[in-house]
């Protein structure tokens, strides 16, 4: 009955019967189990929110990419338009032609 266990968390984690006798604490194994199929629930539901993405309301899009920004570290200033830098801007790509 133990080695069916070890051979499920081993398929579960990616690793061999081995590898989980030897190298993880028995106890720890159920704990990591279920934090790596939290995860990947959780990747599994921003999957299909990123499916639905163009059905989506305008707010429900943004809220999603904010979401999704603020859990990788994307850190966004709210910049306004500056029609002075576009002005420079067309300026030079008029002296450069």
């Known amino acids: 009955?133990?080695?069916?266990?070890?051979?499920?968390w081993s398929a579960v984690l990616g690793v061999s019967q081995r590898t989980i006798e030897t190298e993880y604490y028995i106890v720890d194994v159920p704990k990591i189990i279920k934090i790596r199929n939290q995860n990947d629930a959780v990747n599994k539901l921003f999957q299909i929110q990123v499916e639905s993405f163009p059905y989506m309301e305008k707010r429900s899009q943004t809220a999603l990419i904010e979401a999704l920004q603020r859990d990788v570290g994307i850190?966004?200033?709210?910049?306004?338009?500056?029609?002075?830098?576009?002005?420079q801007l067309h300026a030079m790509y008029a002296q450069i032609q």
């Open 1 to 8: 009955m133990y080695h069916a266990y070890i051979r499920g």
């Open 75 to 87: 850190n966004q200033e709210n910049t306004n338009f500056d029609r002075s830098k576009m002005d």
